[in-house]
């Protein structure tokens, strides 16, 4: 089976941009979380999706959204990009929502570096 | 608030032996789910080992095994028979059964010496 994939792999943008972050998940699985990661603040949960939904949402401000499709296919948008969106973005699947219960699969990651 | 305490940013040990790494956390929640991930300098993210607080057996997987302490909140990762490939950030994570949000530590770096 295909792991998770996430494209692109690296992404520079300007401050004040906008960025579209993919993440295909493993064949089978429904759900998609999406993390930031930061030297300065670690791992930190973005959001869930499950079906299409968003099921849960982390601590983060309305410029960070998310959907997936019909296929499970994921996309994170970060608008009006600030320096401190510089970070590694991973995303994980699995095979039944509130995925964090169980095994996730992350991917590799797409490390976004804002200027 | 709940968190999750790495106390050793770094440890090293000698290939072919035994290692802990030491993990706290915070919570007022009674069912959740304690993990430990391991992350090498690929970046990619891998599930080592996952315990769920209601079970008062310690998980195993090969060569890791773990020392939950559910009354100290300790959660604790052993490493036998250290090899090379073991090298990694290693992070300690939870979820609570209220909110499936993965909460994690800061890690340990993990070095392997030959």
């Known amino acids: 089976k295909a792991g998770v994939t996430q494209t692109p792999r690296y992404l520079i943008k300007t401050r004040g941009q906008q960025v579209t972050l993919s993440c295909s998940p493993i064949?089978?699985?429904?759900?998609v979380s999406w993390y930031q990661q930061t030297p300065g603040q670690g791992l930190q949960f973005l959001f869930e999706?499950?079906?299409?939904?968003?099921?849960n949402k982390g601590n983060f401000p309305g410029r960070f959204s998310g959907r997936q499709f019909s296929n499970s296919r994921s996309e994170m948008n970060v608008s009006t990009l600030e320096l401190g969106d510089s970070a590694l973005y991973l995303c994980?699947?699995?095979?039944?929502?509130?995925?964090?219960?169980?095994?996730?699969?992350f991917g590799p990651g797409t490390r976004l570096t804002v200027t | 608030a709940q968190t999750v305490t790495q106390s050793q940013p770094e440890m090293s040990v000698q290939e072919a032996e035994t290692v802990t790494l030491s993990c706290t956390y915070d919570?007022?929640?009674?069912?959740?789910?304690l993990f430990w991930y391991k992350q090498p300098p690929s970046r990619q993210m891998i599930l080592v080992i996952r315990?769920?607080?209601?079970k008062q057996q310690n998980a195993t997987e090969n060569r890791f095994s773990v020392n939950f302490q559910k009354a100290a909140k300790s959660f604790s990762l052993k490493i036998s028979d250290s090899q090379l490939g073991d090298a990694a950030m290693y992070f300690c994570?939870?979820?609570?059964?209220?909110?499936?949000?993965?909460?994690w530590g800061a890690g340990t770096k993990l070095i392997i010496k030959p």
């Open positions: 064949s089978g699985h429904r759900s």
């Open positions: 315990q769920e607080a209601y």
């Open positions: 999706y499950f079906s299409e939904t968003q099921r």
């Open positions: 994570a939870y979820t609570m059964d209220s909110n499936y949000q993965l909460i």
């Open positions: 919570t007022s929640e009674s069912d959740y789910y």
């Open positions: 994980a699947s699995s095979f039944t929502w509130q995925g964090a219960r169980g095994e996730q699969y």
